[in-house]
């Protein structure tokens, strides 16, 4: 054998060797891109979650304060009425919590390191159209609802400055709020 044999032979070997420790590098690079993928996902899915537990406490809380505020205004001479506009507001933001709660169900069930892509993008998928549908359901009862507290009111100046401002503050918060709704699951589904 002469020199060049033995340097080709020894070149081939190398190379061979450099190709194997790239395969790994690239598989290994693959496992790492995956896993920072998988976490991202799960860290948005875990934000979602957090968003909607705190709208179900608020929601809570929001019950009883509905109710007390609509008994102890007397905004109806009627205490039947003021009894009514209380319940319907306590009942409103009961089943506002309960939705979220339900949200914040279907999103904890998704699991994206068991769950097929098409599962966690079906879940992620459904539960986005309940928040619409959900939306749907409880604007107009909101408005119903703000529509009663102010014509019960109607003679206050004072409140119904309260209710305008209160109407106006809520609805810029809650654009702003389904804004990030919606950033979360378009990053869920990226």
């Known amino acids: 054998m002469n020199r060049q044999d033995i340097d080709l032979d020894d ?18 690079t693959g496992r790492l891109s995956a896993d920072i993928d998988s976490r991202r996902r799960t860290t948005v899915l875990r934000s979602l979650s957090d968003r909607y537990r705190r709208f ?8 009883p304060c509905w109710w007390l505020t609509a008994l102890n205004l007397h905004l109806y001479e009627s205490s039947a009425a003021n009894f009514a506009l209380g319940l319907a ?9 309960a939705l979220d709660f339900v949200l914040q169900s279907r999103i904890n069930s998704i699991d994206v390191l068991s769950q097929s892509v098409g599962e966690v993008y079906d879940k992620i998928m459904k539960s986005r159209r309940l928040h ?8 107009p009862f909101a408005l119903t609802l703000i529509g009663f507290f102010a014509y019960g009111g109607r003679d206050n100046t004072y409140l119904l400055a309260g209710i305008i401002c209160g109407f106006l503050l809520g609805l810029v918060i809650g654009i702003r709020k389904y804004l990030q709704f919606m950033r979360d699951y378009r990053a869920a589904t990226a």
């Open 89 to 97: 507001g306590a009942v409103f933001f009961c089943l506002a919590a």
């Open 56 to 63: 179900a406490i608020v929601g809570m809380v929001m019950a």
């Open 132 to 139: 619409h549908i959900s939306m749907l359901t409880l604007m």
């Open 11 to 28: 070149l081939r070997s190398r190379w061979q060797q450099t190709d194997s420790r790239l395969s790994a590098l690239e598989e290994q």
